[in-house]
T-cell receptor, first 114, second 114 residues
């Protein structure tokens, strides 16, 4: 089945540690995204990548880093510089035409930092 | 700039009664608009999309939405709510100059009472 996988589903870390969230897609989509979701705040864009080896900061990139070495993979690292890392993280990819794009989402990773 | 406003953060209906979730967007042209549904601790699933074809769009699970340019609205409706419809719903608009960027509303939580 084609889709987006995120692992693990739940992740626990101690404050001060970096942690990497995995996102893999086998949909052959060019663009990939990372969002953060907090209660009552909807989704906020962290980073996005339109092609391999290129990515752009979103609205809340501080304290996060990404890489895009392969089309299928877009891992997100939450660094110790991120002040409030506990959240639900969603990865997405998109496909489109000349006039519109459509996003598909993974199941999410819930990160808890104590 | 693009923006989306979901007018109700919470909506409560009884099972079998109609559902109306309201969404207004800001755009100087006809955008692409989407409704997604999210069940607790899950990713987002696409319900339906408007991409400048028919203004009345039918989606999955009996949902539909009507694009009204004059009112800059894209409200989501369903004739008869089911218990399984209880979830959070997001209205999304695609970017003005970059179709590969998306803007999310803050979400509407739908509660369905038996």
């Amino acid at each position: 089945d084609g889709g987006i996988t995120q692992s693990p589903k739940y992740l626990f870390r101690k404050e001060g540690q970096n942690v990497t969230l995995s996102c893999e897609q086998n949909l052959n989509h060019d663009a990939m995204y990372w969002y953060r979701q907090d209660p009552g705040q909807g989704l906020r864009l962290i980073y996005y990548s339109q092609i391999v080896n290129d990515f752009q900061k979103g609205d809340i990139a501080e304290g996060y880093s990404v890489s895009r070495e392969k089309k299928e993979s877009f891992p997100l690292t939450v660094t110790s510089a991120q002040k409030n890392p506990t959240a639900f993280y969603l990865c997405a990819s998109s496909i489109g035409s000349d006039t519109y794009y459509e996003q598909y989402f993974g199941p999410g990773t819930r990160l808890t930092v104590t | 700039a693009q923006s989306v406003t979901q007018l109700d953060s919470h909506v409560s209906v009884s099972e079998g009664t109609p559902v109306l979730l309201r969404c207004n967007y800001s755009s100087s042209y006809s955008p692409s608009l989407f409704w997604y549904v999210q069940h607790p601790n899950k990713g987002l699933q696409l319900l339906l999309k408007y991409t400048s074809a028919a203004t009345l769009v039918k989606g999955i699970n009996g949902f539909e939405a009507e694009f009204k340019k004059s009112e800059t609205s894209f409200h989501l409706t369903k004739p008869s709510a089911h218990m399984s419809d209880a979830a959070e719903y997001f209205c999304v608009v695609s970017g003005l100059y970059n179709f590969n960027k998306f803007y999310f509303g803050s979400g509407t939580k739908l509660n369905v009472k038996p």
